[in-house]
């Protein structure tokens, strides 16, 4: 069984950066694909980002040139990088992994999940 483990949420003000990250019980992220996806209140959940087995990474528009998703298959980890974050960024965050590397932003298209890392972004 896989766990998922996110890490480096918190409150941070608007502008600032926080890094996550996501580290995995076992060799998965080398090859599988990893995404990170939010959730804010009332609202369903989003992709945020994701990287694939051949280390391509996408981003949603609204987090391209401020986030930056990367994996280090040494430490079993998945990080993103959050710069000039927004109140809009205020979410909870979570990585997930499937058994396929391919590209994708559905969240149905991941089999693990983490349980979450509260991120809140003030004005």
């Known amino acids: 069984q896989v766990q998922l483990v996110e890490s480096g949420g918190g409150l941070v003000q608007a502008g600032g950066s926080l890094r996550l990250s996501c580290a995995a019980s076992?060799?998965?992220?080398?090859?599988?694909?990893v995404g990170w996806f939010r959730q804010s209140p009332g609202k369903e959940r989003e992709f945020v980002a994701a990287?694939?087995?051949?280390?391509?990474?996408y981003y949603t528009d609204s987090v391209k040139a401020r986030f930056t998703i990367s994996r280090d298959n040494s430490k079993n980890t998945v990080y993103l990088q959050m710069n000039s974050l927004k109140p809009e960024d205020t979410a909870v965050y979570y990585c997930?992994?499937?058994?396929?590397?391919?590209?994708?932003?559905?969240?149905?298209?991941?089999?693990?999940w983490g349980q979450g890392t509260q991120v809140t972004v003030s004005s």
């Open positions: 997930a992994a499937s058994r396929i590397g391919g590209y994708s932003p559905r969240w149905e298209d991941y089999d693990y």
């Open positions: 990287i694939t087995r051949n280390i391509n990474t």
């Open positions: 076992g060799s998965i992220f080398s090859s599988n694909r």
